[in-house]
């Protein structure tokens, strides 16, 4: 039998966090093949972004009944709010040693989160629908929106619903989880430009302060 699921559905503008849109990666308690993730943050005072997330909802309830008609095998995780659940609660669930997701990632409060990941390698665009090719473009901070399909799963593990990511699109720019990177210039100067602190002095010269004393 296969896994029931919905049609590809695009979120609206959302702000997204660890994105891993370029190379699989696997995480920390993942069975299988190496993925390709991104989460989703929807703000519970956007209108837009609650009424999307209604009708995902109504994805996941529809994915479970074509599944496991019978009720008394469907899985019985809530779907929302708890460490299994397909949408998290920012301000409420918790990882798996128990500790609430906010705590490590502060950004959460406030927000539904949501994970979409696929051993495929999903479409990655800018705001003009061109590939991206640089991966530092999207970062956790960004705002994209994103295409995902929902559906059932059955794992020796586990089973349930959850998210398969299809596609990014990059909307919008925004303050960078953590701080960004250093830009280039900031590191080398401007492409021409020397810096006369490279140069001179000597090893008997002054050392620079340790902009971590004191």
Known sequence: MANASSAPKTSPKVRVSF?????????AGQQGDPKYSITMMFDKNNQEQMGFLREVMKDLETALAQQWPDEAVR?????????????????????????????????????????????????????NGQDIIDSNEIYGGCFCKVNFTTYAFTSPQNKGVTFGLNG?????????????????????????????????????????????AG
Do not use: C, W
Not at 96 to 119: F, Q
């Open 75 to 127: 899985p019985r995780t809530p779907l929302v709010g708890e460490t299994r659940s397909p949408i998290k609660d920012g301000d409420k669930t918790v990882n798996t040693n128990g500790i609430p997701l906010v705590e490590k990632n502060a950004e959460y409060a406030g927000h539904y989160i949501l994970r979409a990941s696929s051993t495929n390698k999903p479409v990655v665009v800018d705001a």
């Open 19 to 27: 994105p891993t849109v370029f190379k699989p990666r696997m995480f």
């Open 168 to 212: 990014v699109q990059k909307v919008e720019d925004g303050e960078s989880f953590g701080g960004g990177r250093m830009s280039k210039e900031d590191m080398f100067g401007a492409p021409g430009q020397n810096n006369p602190a490279n140069y001179g002095g000597g090893l008997e010269s002054s050392p620079a302060p340790d902009p971590l």
